[in-house]
């Protein structure tokens, strides 16, 4: 089947964004590296602004795009609502930053629980029983560690930036755990893919391998030395980047549909 990308960039782009927002509730408690908080919360609102954008080019007009909106039930209004909603609250904790904490705190805390459902429906609404190598809730698992992966070396990256990496460690456990998730849930989900696809091990292998074991390894690189921070966070980025757009490759290219197993063709 043919990629599509727009569809591609929007569950990638978005899904980093929301999970660069739950590190931020996550530092909001912590304490580890404020001065990465603010800017991270704008790359986060960012990115889910262009990832927006992204999924509005796969219907190719503006008025499809408003008569799916008129369907409540449909996957395209759940993903653009939970957008709206982790976008509204990323603004909100812009705007009170330098005031209430608390205020902060549960906007920044109401922003990465949209952002981390976002990064889950995203891959959700794809699963349907009329696509073998999609009917399964192992795809959203998969979508959901890869965005996990991208958004915590993500902010790994804006903390080393920000010179507050020699107290971020515990962010980079995080970011090692975040690459075992990943790892792990595409495994899965391609062992289900392949039993139904002729599936090359070209983007399954660059998903599991880069976007999984060795952001993982450069996760605990990080946690463990803090001289290795900066180069452990900008190679992890790249590779959870890499291995998520694979994921999002290899799903289309593993479509399926249920009429192939009865040989027939419409």
């Known amino acids: 089947m043919e990629i599509a990308w727009s569809l591609v960039l929007f569950t990638a782009l978005t899904g980093c964004g929301g999970w660069l927002l739950a590190a931020v509730a996550i530092d909001e408690f912590a304490q580890k590296a404020p001065r990465a908080d603010f800017p991270a919360a704008i790359a986060g609102l960012v990115l889910l602004a262009v990832g927006g954008l992204a999924s509005v080019t796969h219907l190719a007009h503006p008025e499809n795009m408003l008569a799916a909106l008129n369907h409540p039930t449909s996957g395209i209004f759940v993903e653009a609502v939970l957008v709206g909603i982790a976008a509204a609250f990323a603004i909100v904790y812009l705007v009170v930053y330098g005031s209430s904490v608390a205020v902060r705190r549960v906007c920044a805390v109401a922003g990465a629980l949209f952002g981390i459902a976002l990064s889950f ?143 027939l063709t419409f």
Request: glycine share 12%; aromatic share 10%; charged share 5%.
């Open 121 to 263: 429906m995203a891959g959700h609404s794809y699963i349907m029983p009329a696509v073998e190598t999609w009917n399964t809730l192992l795809l959203p698992l998969a979508y959901l560690g890869t965005a996990m992966a991208m958004g915590v070396a993500l902010y790994c990256l804006i903390a080393c930036v920000r010179g507050q990496g020699a107290d971020a460690g515990a962010f980079f456990a995080l970011l090692a755990i975040a690459g075992v998730v990943a790892a792990v849930a595409c495994g899965l989900y391609f062992g289900h893919a392949a039993a139904a696809a002729e599936l090359s091990p070209l983007y399954p292998g660059a998903a599991i391998l880069l976007g999984g074991v060795v952001t993982a390894a450069c996760g605990a690189a990080g946690a463990w030395r803090a001289g290795w921070r900066m180069g452990a966070a900008v190679v992890a980025l790249v590779c959870a980047v890499v291995g998520a757009v694979c994921l999002r490759v290899a799903m289309w290219l593993a479509y399926v549909p249920l009429d192939n197993f009865f040989g």
